[in-house]
């Protein structure tokens, strides 16, 4: 479970987060929707402990990022907005380099990257050097990367972002398996059909804020629209001139 309580993070003078809470429970996919500028990637770069808020709080599974952020982090799978991978090492290394990085043995290293890349049919282009590869490829490998040390709770940013429509469809499967596994997992988006076809529960972020959560059939209830994406808008456009 990954939980927030009261972030806050200035840049500047920019409210990039002000006062996000939420809660992404699990074995479920919640959703982190706003438009660009939202303030979504930095509220994940919050929970990841990339960065240190201003204020307020993140727990993930019980565990305080701010009194014990280790073991929190081990508890922890990130996909970043840009993937992330080292260029010249192969989506093998990268995978066990980051195995290695998170304590696994040899022996476990070896055998995880084996499985992951048979789960993920990642073989095809597993032992070529990273700089090569497609947008989809890298972010295959990326989450599994992500998830080589079996963690509880996944951080996905944009996911999807630069897929193509099979790419993107495969991604969707492989994080429905994550969520049906038992596992959290929050991504951030600002592209409905994405949210339409894999969230279970949605956080509305506009200005750095939470302006609405609940599942889908709730945000339709809360903004009187019988479609998501009407929802959303309206949601959206209430908060116009939010100060």
Request: charged share 20%; hydrophobic share 40%.
């Given at each position: ?122 073989g095809e282009f597993a032992d070529r ?115």
């Open positions: 479970m990954i939980e927030a309580h009261g972030l806050f993070k200035h840049f500047g003078s920019v409210r990039a987060v002000d006062g996000v809470s939420l809660r992404a429970a699990d074995g479920c996919i919640t959703g982190l929707l706003g438009p660009n500028g939202a303030g979504k990637s930095t509220t994940l770069r919050l929970l990841s402990s990339m960065l240190q808020p201003d204020q307020g709080s993140a727990v993930i599974d019980g565990i305080d990022l701010a009194t014990d952020p280790m073991t929190a982090r081990r508890t922890l799978g990130v996909l970043p907005h840009d993937a992330g991978l080292y260029p010249h090492l192969s989506g093998r290394e990268n995978i066990a380099y980051f195995g290695k990085l998170c304590g696994l043995s040899r022996e476990r290293v070896q055998a995880r990257v084996a499985e992951l890349i048979d789960d993920f049919a990642l050097p990273a700089k090569g590869y497609s947008q989809g490829q890298r972010t295959r490998i990326a989450l599994a990367r992500a998830i080589v040390h079996r963690p509880r709770n996944l951080l996905l940013d944009e996911p999807t972002a630069g897929l193509d429509v099979m790419a993107t469809r495969g991604l969707r499967e492989q994080v429905r398996q994550l969520r049906d596994t038992g596992r959290c997992v929050l991504l951030s988006s600002h592209v409905m059909q994405e949210v339409t076809n894999l969230c279970d529960h949605i956080v509305i972020i506009a200005q750095g804020r939470v302006v609405a959560a609940g599942s889908p059939d709730q945000i339709r209830s809360q903004a009187g629209q019988e479609d998501l994406e009407e929802a959303f808008v309206s949601i959206i456009g209430s908060t116009e001139g939010l100060e």
